[in-house]
């Protein structure tokens, strides 16, 4: 196993189009995590699964933004009628349980670009 | 809500030097998480080192120390003997000790490790 993997890597759509980006955590991780970066910015929260289980939401995450992890393991996270503030890397981290301070181990991020 | 502030944009090292970058941040929690990940060029947000509120003595790994200020809510990193392959983002994170695992980032500093 080497990491989090996302795909695609970059992604180039017109405003109005749906996009959906996909997350791989490390095999053993059962809690995944998505963050938006702008450009410029620190990471911001997106949302949080343990297992299938969406546990924590951002007021970020918008009713156009759709996040899903339904056997636990991979993830996707969707957008739907994308705007060009949508622009931004979106990046996926996994973790393992139980822990205090365990490690969120990042992914290489999707780059979107909305035109 | 949580806050972190990492005041300097950008700061320039010269290659074997020491550098310092600053973090403040606020939180209600008594108990927490610290963390510092660096950003490379291009590359996946890796941690560098963490530091666990309760914990008073300041973590250390390798090359890399912080100064761990409770009261003051002051989280610095040192780099030591500073190598190019230090070069990056650099940034500073907070995350509740329980209840959530989302992580809060600063802006982050911009380091350049000058040969």
């Known amino acids: 196993d080497t990491g989090v993997s996302q795909d695609p890597r970059h992604k180039i759509t017109k405003r109005g189009q749906n996009v959906t980006f996909r997350c791989d955590p490390i095999?053993?991780?059962?809690?995944l995590y998505w963050y938006r970066q702008t450009l410029g910015q620190g990471p911001e929260f997106l949302t949080y699964?343990?297992?299938?289980?969406?546990?924590?939401k951002s007021r970020l995450l918008s009713d156009r933004f759709s996040a899903e992890r339904p056997k636990g393991s991979f993830s996707t996270l969707e957008i739907q009628r994308t705007e060009q503030g949508d622009s931004a890397m979106y990046l996926c981290?996994?973790?393992?349980?139980?822990?205090?301070?365990?490690?969120?181990?990042f992914g290489p991020g999707t780059r979107l670009t909305v035109l | 809500a949580q806050t972190v502030t990492q005041s300097q944009p950008e700061m320039s090292v010269q290659e074997a030097e020491t550098v310092t970058l600053s973090c403040t941040y606020d939180t209600s929690e008594n108990n927490y998480y610290l963390f510092w990940y660096k950003q490379p060029p291009s590359r996946q947000m890796i941690l560098v080192i963490r530091q666990e509120a309760y914990k008073q003595q300041n973590a250390t790994e390798n090359r890399f120390s912080v100064n761990f200020q409770k009261a003051a809510k002051s989280f610095s990193l040192k780099i030591s003997d500073s190598q190019l392959g230090d070069t990056a983002m650099y940034f500073c994170a907070l995350r509740p000790g329980a209840g959530s695992y989302q992580l809060t980032f600063g802006k982050g500093t911009k380091l350049s490790v000058i040969p």
């Open positions: 095999s053993e991780h059962n809690r």
């Open positions: 981290a996994s973790s393992d349980s139980p822990g205090t301070a365990n490690e969120q181990f």
């Open positions: 699964f343990q297992n299938e289980a969406q546990l924590e």
